[in-house]
Every structure is written in C-alpha cells, then in structure tokens.
C-alpha cells in the first residue's frame, strides 16, 4: 500500500511562511504508484472537523483551493521524488490546525478532489500552530 508522511510543521508567528511535505513510498496491490494519485491537503483545526485547503492532479496541471487560503498557500509535486508540497504563506491564527495529506486515484475525469472520502490513503498529520 501507498504510505505518506507529512513533515515541516511547527509554532510561528502570524504572518510568517511554513512549507509542508508530504512523502509518500510504495505501491498498491494494483501497481498504482505516487504519480498515479491525485494529493489534497486538509487540515483539523482544534475542536472542528476536518477541512479541504488544497489539491493538484496526478500530473500538477490543476490545482484548486477554497477561498480561506487561496492567494496564501500553493499546492505542488515532484513526482520523481515521490513527494507533495504545501507552501503557506502569510500564516494566520486560524489557520492553526493538525495538516494531513492525502492521496485519490481519480481518473481521468475529476483530476482534483475537495471530499474526505475520495482520498485512499492518509498521512499521519503535522501541526501547525501560528502564535499572534
């Protein structure tokens, strides 16, 4: 199975920049590989549910986000080192939460994916918290 690790989080202040990772290794029984997978990031803020922030097809050519962080963050991958990107750039206090990535074999149809339930694999999660 495919296997993901989130790294970069960390405690900074608002306005400051962090760049999330996401590492993934292995295959599926089907021989589906990282570049086979579309990759969202979502975040769990405090005491809420879990919320989509970003995601890019399997190829990088789409990407899409919601309005709370559009402008702010950008989504990005480099399928010869099997790893995702989330750059996030003037922090707020509200954008403190756990950050997990996810993988979705979508096809060829629907490229990117803003649902929980379309995601086939997770990582562990990272926190970030921007202090005020």
């Known amino acids: 199975q495919v296997h993901l690790v989130e790294s970069g989080g960390g405690l900074v202040q608002a306005g400051s920049s962090l760049k999330l990772a996401c590492a993934a290794s292995g295959r599926t029984a089907s021989g589906r590989t990282f570049d086979d997978y579309a990759i969202g990031w979502f975040r769990q803020p405090p005491g809420k549910e879990r919320e989509f922030v970003a995601g890019i097809s399997w190829n990088g050519g789409v990407t899409h986000y919601p309005d709370s962080v559009k402008g702010r963050f950008t989504i990005s991958r480099d399928n010869a080192k099997n790893t995702g990107y989330l750059q996030m750039n003037s922090l707020k206090p509200e954008d403190t939460a756990v950050y997990y990535c996810?993988?979705?074999?979508?096809?060829?149809?629907?490229?990117?994916?803003?649902?929980?339930?379309?995601?086939?694999?997770w990582g562990q999660g990272t926190q970030v918290t921007v202090s005020t």
């Open positions: 996810g993988v979705a074999y979508l096809g060829s149809i629907v490229v990117v994916s803003t649902e929980e339930g379309d995601y086939d694999y």
